[in-house]
Nanobody, 125 residues
C-alpha cells in the first residue's frame, strides 16, 4: 500500500508555470506506474499524464502535450508535474495516482489503485 500527498498548487496567471509534487510513502515507490489526473468543477476526472516505473516512458493528454512534463525521482519517492504556459482551462483539482498492476503507463483511470487528496490549481485570465 502507498499513501500519496500532493503539493505545489496555487493561483497563477495565464501563461505562467507551476510545479506539482507528489510524495509517496513506503519502500516500493519504484514498483508503481504513476499518473496525474485532474477534475474541473462539474466535470469528470480526466487523465493528464503518466510515466513508467523507471520514468523512461511517458504519455500525455493531447490538451497538455508540449506544455506539461511528468517526471519522477525514485530515490525521493516523488513524482512531479511541471506545468508551463498555463491556460484558464487548466483550472482544476490535480490528483496524483499510483498503479500497482501494470508495467506500462496507462491512461485508464480505473487502472489506478491509490490516490492523493488533490491540490487546487487556478489559472486566471
Amino acid at each position: 500500500q502507498v499513501q500519496l500527498v500532493e503539493s505545489g498548487g496555487g493561483l497563477v496567471q495565464a501563461g505562467g508555470s507551476l510545479r506539482l509534487s507528489c510524495a509517496a510513502s513506503g519502500r516500493t515507490f519504484s514498483s508503481y506506474v504513476m499518473g496525474w489526473f485532474r477534475q474541473a468543477p462539474g466535470k469528470e476526472r480526466e487523465f493528464v499524464a503518466t510515466l513508467s516505473r523507471s520514468g523512461g516512458s511517458t504519455r500525455y493528454a493531447d490538451s497538455v502535450k508540449g506544455r506539461f512534463t511528468i517526471s519522477r525521482n525514485n530515490a525521493k519517492n516523488t513524482v512531479y508535474l511541471q506545468m508551463n504556459s498555463l491556460k484558464p482551462e487548466d483550472t482544476a483539482v490535480y490528483y496524483c495516482a499510483a498503479d500497482s498492476g501494470n508495467y506500462y503507463p496507462s491512461i485508464d483511470i480505473d487502472e489506478y489503485d491509490y490516490w492523493g487528496q488533490g491540490t487546487q490549481v487556478t489559472v486566471s485570465s
